[in-house]
C-alpha cells in the first residue's frame, strides 16, 4: 500500500493521477453495474410491497417446505463432503503413491463440469430407467426424483470445496508435529483429534463455508435431478424459479433475499477468516 | 526396481483415508460420469454424431462457446483492471469492493438471473435506459453476455491479485531508471508476470461460463437457434425423457470441459516452466 501523505512528489513507480482516477473509476463502476445493482435489486423487489406481504409470502407452505428441503440437503451433503475433503486431503498430503497428480485432477473435475450434465449423470446413474435406479425404485428407495438424488448431484458439484481448501495448507504444514505424536505413543485417532484436526480447522470452516452457499444455492443440477415437484422435491432456488415464472414477484424475490441473506453472511464471514486467520488458510485466499 | 505403488510411511490411516476417498469419488463423481459414457456408448457412435449435428445443437453450442469466449475475454481484461486497483491504489471503499469480488461466487446463480434479468429487462432500470438509447439488453444474446460476465467475474481477478502482491516494486524501479516511461515498464515487465495467471483465470472463467445455466435461462429469452444455450437443451430433451439425445449433447459439452481443463493443466505447466513457481 502507498504512503502518499508522506510525500509530494510521485514515484516512478506510480501512474499518473489522472490514469489512477480512471483505473478506480472503471472498476468501482463496474463492480456497481454488474454485482451491487443485482444485489440491491432483490431487496427492493423484495420489498416493494412492504415488509409485511414479503414475511407472508416466506410463511407461504411451499416456500416452508423449500426452505425446510434446502436446509435438509445442506445438512446431509456437507458434512458428508466434508468428511470426503478430510479423508482425501490426508491420503494425498499424508503418503506417497503413483497417480497422485491425476486423483488431484479427477476430485477438481466437477468444477468443470456444467451443472446440469452433472444432474444428467446423476439421472443417468440412479435414474428409474438405469440398471442401480431401477432396482432401488422396485426396493422403494427412488433416488430421482427425490431427496437422495438431490443430495449426490448437490454433493458432486460441491465435490472439491473442502479437498481444496485443505490439501494447500497441510502441504505447506508437513507432518513433523503428527510424527513426533505417533512416536510419543499416540494412536492414529488421537493423532488426528489432537494434533491434525487443530491445525486446519480453520482452513476447514473456510472450505465447509464456502461448499454450504454452493449447496443451497445450486439449482442447474438439481433442476435436472429434482423433478420439480411443488411440496416435496422443489428446494429454495427452484421454487424461486417457479414463482418468478408464475410472476409472484414478491414472492420470488423474498425468498431470494433469504438466499442472498445467506450469501452476505457468508462472505462476512469468510472475509473475517482471510484476515484473522490468514497464517492457517491457504495462501492464495490470505490478504 | 519398479517404483512401489504406494510408500510405506508411518503414518496411520492409509486404508480409511484411502478407502473414504476412492469410494466416495466413485460414487459420486466417477461412476455418473461412467454412466453418461455408457449411455452414449450404448447408442453408438453414429446415433450421437446424428443427435450433435442438427442445426439447433450446433446453434446452442456455437452461441454458448462464442458468447463465453467473448465474457471471459471482458473479464480477463476487467479483472486485471480490478486487482490491479484493489492491490496497488488506496480509496475509500476499498475493502467493500475487494469483499464484493466473490460476490458472484456466493450468491446463488437463480437468484442472479432473476435480478439481472429484473434490472436489464425492457421494463427495469438499467434496461428502460438502454431503451431510449435503442438497445434491448434482456431477452437477446446481450443479456446472455451479461449474465456470464457475473458469473465469470471474481475468476481472473483472485487468480492475478496474489501475483501482483508478490511483485518486487525494485523491478520497477529499475526499469524506471533505466529510462522506461511507465507504460512501457507496464507493457515490458508487469504484463508478462501477470499473464500466466490471466490466462488461468480467463480459462477458469470460460469453463464456468460455457456450463452456465441458472444465471443465464431467465435472461436469456430461450428462443431456439438464437438465444437458446446448450445446457438448456439437455433440460429440454430430459423433459421429453429422451435419454441418448440429452447424453450426446451431454457427452459434447463434456468433451469440450476437457479440453478446457487440459488447456488450464497446459498454461500452468508452462507458466510453472517460465517464471517458477508463484
Same mark, same amino acid.
Given at each position: 500500500m502507498s504512503d502518499a501523505a508522506e510525500r509530494n512528489w510521485r514515484s516512478a513507480t506510480d501512474e499518473t493521477p489522472l490514469v489512477r482516477g480512471l483505473l478506480i473509476l472503471a472498476a468501482v463502476a463496474g463492480m456497481a453495474l454488474l454485482v451491487a445493482a443485482p444485489l440491491l435489486t432483490v431487496f427492493v423487489e423484495a420489498l416493494a410491497k412492504g415488509w409485511f406481504a414479503a414475511l407472508k409470502s416466506l410463511g407461504n407452505p411451499d416456500a416452508l417446505s423449500a426452505i425446510r428441503l434446502t436446509l435438509m440437503i445442506a445438512a446431509l451433503s456437507v458434512p458428508l463432503n466434508a468428511v470426503f475433503g478430510i479423508a482425501a486431503a490426508w491420503f494425498i498430503t499424508r503418503f506417497e503413491f503413483r497417480g497422485k497428480a491425476f486423483l488431484i485432477t479427477l476430485i477438481d473435475l466437477p468444477f468443470s463440469v456444467s451443472p446440469v450434465v452433472a444432474g444428467l449423470c446423476i439421472v443417468l446413474m440412479f435414474g428409474a430407467n438405469s440398471a442401480i435406479g431401477g432396482w432401488l425404485v422396485a426396493q422403494g428407495y427412488p433416488i430421482v426424483f427425490a431427496l437422495p438424488g438431490i443430495v449426490l448431484a448437490t454433493m458432486f458439484v460441491t465435490f472439491p470445496f473442502v479437498a481444496r481448501e485443505l490439501i494447500p495448507v497441510m502441504i505447506e504444514q508437513g507432518c513433523q508435529e503428527e510424527e513426533a505424536a505417533l512416536t510419543?505413543?499416540?494412536?492414529? /485417532?488421537?493423532?488426528?483429534?489432537?494434533?491434525? =484436526?487443530?491445525?486446519?480447522? /480453520?482452513?476447514? =470452516?473456510?472450505?465447509?463455508? =464456502?461448499?454450504?452457499?454452493?449447496?443451497?444455492?445450486?439449482?442447474?443440477?438439481?433442476?435436472?435431478?429434482?423433478?420439480?415437484?411443488?411440496?416435496?422435491?422443489?428446494t429454495m432456488p427452484i421454487t424461486i424459479e417457479m414463482l418468478y415464472n408464475e410472476y409472484l414477484s414478491v414472492a420470488a424475490f423474498s425468498l431470494a433475499g433469504l438466499l442472498t441473506a445467506l450469501a452476505l453472511v457468508t462472505l462476512l464471514l469468510k472475509t473475517v477468516l482471510e484476515l484473522r486467520h490468514a497464517d492457517e488458510i491457504a495462501a492464495t485466499h490470505r490478504h | 526396481m519398479p517404483r512401489p505403488l504406494i510408500n510405506r510411511s508411518p503414518m496411520p490411516g492409509l486404508g480409511l483415508s484411502m478407502g473414504i476417498t476412492l469410494t466416495m469419488l466413485s460414487l459420486v463423481v466417477l461412476g455418473p460420469i461412467g454412466a453418461l459414457l455408457a449411455q452414449g456408448a450404448s447408442y453408438g457412435l453414429d446415433g450421437l454424431w446424428a443427435t450433435v449435428n442438427r442445426e439447433r445443437v450446433w446453434a446452442a453450442l456455437e452461441l454458448s462457446f462464442r458468447l463465453s469466449f467473448f465474457a471471459a475475454l471482458f473479464n480477463l481484461v476487467f479483472g486485471v483492471v480490478l486487482a490491479w486497483v484493489l492491490v496497488r491504489y488506496d480509496f475509500p471503499g476499498r475493502r467493500l469492493v475487494d469483499a464484493a469480488v466473490d460476490l458472484p461466487f456466493a450468491l446463488p446463480t437463480a437468484v442472479a438471473g432473476i435480478a439481472l434479468t429484473t434490472l436489464y429487462a425492457p421494463n427495469g432500470v438499467f434496461g428502460a435506459l438502454a431503451k431510449d438509447f435503442g438497445l434491448k439488453i434482456a431477452y437477446t444474446q446481450g443479456g446472455i453476455f451479461l449474465a456470464l460476465i457475473f458469473v465469470g467475474l471474481p475468476f481472473v481477478t483472485r487468480t492475478v491479485q496474489p501475483v501482483i502482491e508478490e511483485i518486487d516494486r525494485e523491478v520497477?524501479?529499475?526499469?524506471?531508471?533505466?529510462?522506461?516511461?511507465?507504460?512501457?515498464?507496464?507493457?515490458?515487465?508487469?504484463?508478462?508476470?501477470? =499473464?500466466p495467471a490471466a490466462l488461468t483465470g480467463f480459462a477458469l472463467s470460460l469453463a464456468r461460463a460455457v456450463g452456465e445455466y441458472g444465471s443465464v435461462i431467465f435472461i436469456a429469452g430461450n428462443i431456439p437457434l438464437k438465444t437458446e444455450i446448450a445446457p438448456l437443451l439437455i433440460v429440454i430433451q430430459l423433459e421429453e425423457f429422451n435419454y441418448d439425445g440429452a447424453a450426446a449433447i451431454g457427452i459434447a459439452m463434456l468433451a469440450i470441459s476437457f479440453a478446457m481443463l487440459l488447456a488450464i493443466n497446459l498454461i500452468q505447466i508452462w507458466s510453472r516452466r517460465r517464471i517458477g513457481d508463484v
Open positions: 510419543l505413543g499416540a494412536s492414529g /485417532w488421537r493423532v488426528f483429534t489432537t494434533v491434525t =484436526l487443530p491445525k486446519i480447522r /480453520w482452513a476447514l =470452516l473456510y472450505g465447509v463455508l =464456502l461448499c454450504n452457499a454452493r449447496a443451497m444455492g445450486e439449482f442447474g443440477a438439481v433442476a435436472v435431478v429434482s423433478g420439480k415437484i411443488r411440496g416435496q422435491t422443489a | 520497477e524501479e529499475a526499469s524506471a531508471t533505466l529510462g522506461a516511461t511507465r507504460f512501457t515498464t507496464l507493457r515490458r515487465i508487469i504484463a508478462p508476470m501477470l =499473464l
